[in-house]
């Protein structure tokens, strides 16, 4: 079974510091991993994924994230945080499709992160 | 495109009601998932379905839910009789197999609140 698990349920930065959300997963076979992130009463939206290309991938607003096997870590940065980074971040896996599983498309997503950006 | 679509954006009712969550997906998406957010629990996947045949529903907690997506359009989630532990945002997602593999699409969510 897949799993993840989001290190620091709050984490807090001044603005123009660098980011980092901590993502570890599990999985028996090579994984999709993304970052979703998620404003105030709205739904999520895809920040970045990795899907076995390029193991440095980058998102959307200055995030990328690193794919490191070894460690089963994508954890999640930004090199200077702006005042609008604040929201809630989610890391995800699934199974990659030549898993051979019927579990296409379904995501596990983490507990979530609360990113705090003080002026 | 209008992105996913759900409706009421916002739901209060008594326990023992039953509420009906509604939800339009992306044209031409063929994956359409219902998820609860909670703080406890954090986002829970209740149910998918894949061209509009439900896959996998393991994640619904119990009988009083229920969901339905009787064609490519139209979903819905239903709980008979709520309570107050059903309180929770409900999101609908919708992805494309033959698109970027599982970029799922949410939408703004329906926040039920059972009295």
């Known amino acids: 079974a897949q799993s993840v698990t989001q290190l620091g349920s709050h984490v807090s930065v001044s603005e123009g510091a660098l980011v980092l959300l901590r993502c570890n997963y599990s999985?028996?076979?090579?994984?999709?991993l993304f970052w979703y992130v998620q404003y105030p009463n709205q739904g999520l939206q895809l920040l970045l994924k990795?899907?076995?290309?390029?193991?440095l991938v980058k998102g959307i607003n200055g995030f990328e994230a690193e794919f490191k096997k070894s460690e089963t870590s994508f954890h999640l940065t930004k090199p200077s945080a702006h005042m609008s980074d604040a929201a809630e971040y989610f890391c995800?896996?699934?199974?990659?499709?030549?898993?051979?599983?019927?579990?296409?498309?379904?995501?596990?997503f983490g507990q979530g992160t609360i990113l705090t950006v003080h002026p | 495109d209008a992105g996913v679509i759900q409706s009421p954006r916002h739901e209060v009712t008594e326990m023992g009601q039953e509420v009906t969550l509604r939800c339009k997906p992306i044209?031409?998406?063929?994956?359409l998932f219902w998820y609860r957010q909670t703080m406890m629990r954090g986002l829970e996947l209740l149910i998918y379905?894949?061209?509009?045949?439900?896959?996998?529903d393991s994640g619904m907690p119990e009988d009083r839910f229920s969901a339905k997506m009787p064609n490519a359009s139209f979903s819905t989630l239903k709980i008979q009789p709520s309570e107050p532990r059903d309180s929770a945002v409900y999101f609908c997602?919708?992805?494309?197999?033959?698109?970027?593999?599982?970029?799922?699409?949410f939408g703004p969510g329906t926040r039920l609140t059972v009295t």
């Open positions: 995800a896996v699934s199974d990659s499709e030549n898993a051979g599983g019927t579990s296409y498309g379904k995501l596990t």
């Open positions: 999985s028996s076979v090579p994984p999709y």
């Open positions: 044209s031409g998406h063929d994956y």
């Open positions: 997602a919708s992805s494309l197999r033959t698109g970027v593999p599982y970029e799922q699409y």
């Open positions: 379905f894949n061209n509009n045949v439900p896959i996998d």
């Open positions: 990795y899907t076995s290309a390029a193991t």
